[in-house]
């Protein structure tokens, strides 16, 4: 019995955090000289609460954010977005022209194929891990 429930001790953290269903994550490759990059994907929360992304991180850029584009005063230009929530069964696109990850300044320069992991960070302080794949 002692060891059922040291198990279920050891199991409940990992069971309490709820993650997003990530699908099609990709960053578009840009020329060595193009300190940025930018990632979409699919999110979608099949989680009963929302979920608040408020950080990203990954060891191939220097820091990773979820930026806008907005048309104002007629011109086009980018806004971080500092959290990003999405609620119960939501699901978020990051396209062109919109939401999207602000990938920047690479360790090396990004060549097509190559995978890059991201850290996901929660605002409960809980963690997703992904996978990007770099596309022409």
Known sequence: MPRCLLLLLFLAPVTAFAELEI???WI??????VPVRAGYMTIHNPQSRALSIVALRSESFASVEVHRTLMQDGMMRMEAVPDLTINPGETVQLAPGGLHLMLMQPV?????GEVHRIVIEF???????LEMTVRK
């Open 23 to 25: 699908s099609d994550a």
């Open 108 to 112: 090396e320069p990004t060549r097509p």
């Open 123 to 129: 605002d409960d302080g809980s963690r997703q891990s």
């Open 28 to 33: 578009k490759n840009l020329p060595a000289a």
